[in-house]
Nanobody, 115 residues
Framework: QVQLKESGGGLVQPGGSLRLTCTAS????????MGWYRQAPGKQRELVAT???????NYADSVKGRFTISRNTAASTADLQMNSLKPEDTAVYYC?????????WGQGTRVTVSS
């Protein structure tokens, strides 16, 4: 089993920045994909960004150029740097880790972008 713990959410004004961190613990392996997803009120969960163990990244069009995902394999972490935040970025952000046939989720951290 793998446990995921998110941190770094909060309230920020439009145009501001936040950095989310996901820390994996338990039976982590060296081949994986980690990612961030979000779910806004009344909407389905959607992909924000993913990163492979090799560093290949993928972003939703809505966050390209504003968000950056990074990973530290030794520390089993994946960060999401969010800049130029917009009210429509308001959501609960979930960390995800895929390894082998398994798919793990964190509990989520809330991000609110409001003036």
């Amino acid at each position: 089993q793998v446990q995921l713990k998110e941190s770094g959410g909060g309230l920020v004004q439009p145009g501001g920045s936040l950095r989310l961190t996901c820390t994996a613990s338990g039976s982590v392996v060296s081949i994986y994909v980690m990612g961030w997803y979000r779910q806004a009120p009344g909407k389905q969960r959607e992909l924000v960004a993913t990163i492979t163990h090799g560093g290949k990244t993928n972003y939703a069009d809505s966050v390209k150029g504003r968000f950056t995902i990074s990973r530290n394999t030794a520390a089993s972490t994946a960060d999401l740097q969010m800049n130029s935040l917009k009210p429509e970025d308001t959501a609960v952000y979930y960390c995800n880790r895929k390894q082998g046939w398994d798919d793990y989720w964190g509990q989520g951290t809330r991000v609110t972008v409001s003036s």
